[in-house]
């Protein structure tokens, strides 16, 4: 238990970190159009976590219980992994709002070869890892849904202005690429 304790408190403050740091500034964006996106995805996080937290159940666990948190934990920590080395591979274009920057540039390689939305990529991986961890189906639910619909829509507006702003070429790339998962969505 202690174990999902410290992954909660990671992914936290990974994100308040992000917030506070990555925000595009009012000099550095030329483009934004966040269409409250960003708003929308934190508040069903929010929500999916409440929720799935009430929902859960932590009293009554066998080994079947223990080997799914298992998976969960470990979900979890390649999400986390997976969502700092995209962030980390975009640089200065990333920002938690949809916005291009001045530094901003396609980036086609490194993770960004195979999908075009990786630090999505490692959200879901979280998403899905926390809520096994919850033992319980409806926590599953209450956790997925809202937010993977977040994730989905944060993609579209994202896609929206990517194509606005790279025109051919990131049409080009999206032909070669796929959004979330390699070689299939």
């Known amino acids: 238990m202690s174990l ?20 595009s500034g009012t000099k550095t964006a030329k483009t934004r159009r966040d269409q409250g996106s960003m708003i929308f995805i934190w508040t069903m996080i929010t929500l999916g976590f409440t929720g799935g937290f009430i929902l859960a159940k932590y009293n ?6 223990y080997i799914i948190t298992g998976i969960g934990s470990i979900l979890i920590l390649a999400g986390i992994i997976i969502r700092w080395l995209a962030i980390i591979q975009l ?15 396609l980036k086609k390689d490194g993770l960004y ?4 939305h990786p630090s999505y990529l490692g959200l879901v991986l ?3 890892g926390f809520s096994l961890t919850m033992n319980s189906f409806y926590s599953v639910i209450v956790f997925i849904l809202p ?7 944060r993609i579209k507006v994202e896609e929206s202005v990517l194509l606005i702003e790279f025109g051919d070429d990131y049409s080009e790339y999206a032909a070669k690429t796929k959004k979330l998962i390699p070689g299939i969505f």
């Open 4 to 23: 999902l304790m410290y992954l909660s408190f990671a992914f936290a403050l990974s994100e308040f970190m992000l917030m506070l740091f990555k925000h």
């Open 60 to 65: 009554s666990w066998n080994i079947v219980n």
């Open 91 to 105: 640089g200065k274009s990333f920002t938690v709002d949809v916005a291009i920057t001045e530094a901003a540039r």
């Open 113 to 116: 070869r195979k999908i075009r």
């Open 126 to 128: 979280i998403i899905i």
């Open 147 to 153: 937010v993977g619909f977040a994730i989905i829509y």
